[in-house]
């Protein structure tokens, strides 16, 4: 579908909590408590570019992360219908504290082995004033990475080169969502600072 009158949307995405992850409520139960968490969405739609899928990476199109949980992404999103927001976890080597990386398109092969798949929301419409969304996210286990639920071959997973500063705006002002469901809100030209939700999921919000 096309885009509504060519315009665009800035999608502010506001990450679950720290709460959330660091004492592993809901969602976040079967995190391990020396690894730390970020978190990036890639949005897909039928007139948005993509890349496709490969054998190690699947079909990414917009993509804005990773950030650590209780901070706020922004991506700008085409305005228009089919619009679909997959959530994925990278959690960092065990004790380290760094910055998160950036989550590039396609998926880096340096990230496979620690990149996890939370949920989606799928056909999402961004052309009217609010649409509420929610995208029941699903941690189950260091085990399941993206790699191992695509089967992606041994070839596609290689160690990790260091990681550098992701390179997005990132707000630490923005309110956090707690659980395991996200939301986000979505300004036209500017940022969202609106409440979080408490349990309700993800909220997008168009002015």
């Known amino acids: ?23 592993k409520v809901g969602a976040f139960s079967a995190l391990p408590a020396n690894r730390k968490a970020c978190f990036g969405v890639n949005v897909l739609a039928g ?22 949980a209780g901070q706020t ?8 219908d089919g619009r679909d927001f997959e959530l994925y976890m990278y959690l960092m080597a065990e004790n380290d504290n760094g910055a998160c990386p950036p989550m590039l398109a396609p998926f880096s092969p340096t990230q496979l082995s620690k990149l996890y798949y939370l949920g ?8 009217s004033d609010t649409v509420d969304v929610t995208i029941n996210a ?15 071959p041994a070839s596609c997973i290689v ?9 997005l705006h990132v707000s630490s002002g923005a309110q956090t969502a707690t659980g395991g469901t996200m939301k986000l809100s ?13 349990g309700g999921g993800m909220r997008i919000e168009k002015q």
């Open 1 to 23: 579908m096309k885009p509504q009158n060519g315009s665009t949307s800035t999608i502010s995405i506001q990450l679950p909590s720290k709460q959330s992850t660091t004492q």
């Open 47 to 68: 007139d948005i570019k993509d890349m496709p899928a490969s054998t190690c990476s699947p079909r990414t199109g917009i993509v804005a992360g990773f950030a650590e």
């Open 73 to 80: 992404l922004e991506v700008t999103v085409p305005r228009g």
């Open 120 to 127: 989606a929301a799928t056909n999402v419409g961004l052309h």
């Open 138 to 152: 699903s941690f189950s286990g260091v085990a399941n990475t993206l790699a191992t639920q695509n089967s992606y």
């Open 159 to 167: 160690a990790d080169p260091t990681q550098t500063v992701p390179r």
């Open 186 to 198: 979505a300004r036209i030209g500017k940022p969202a600072n609106g409440p979080s939700a408490v």
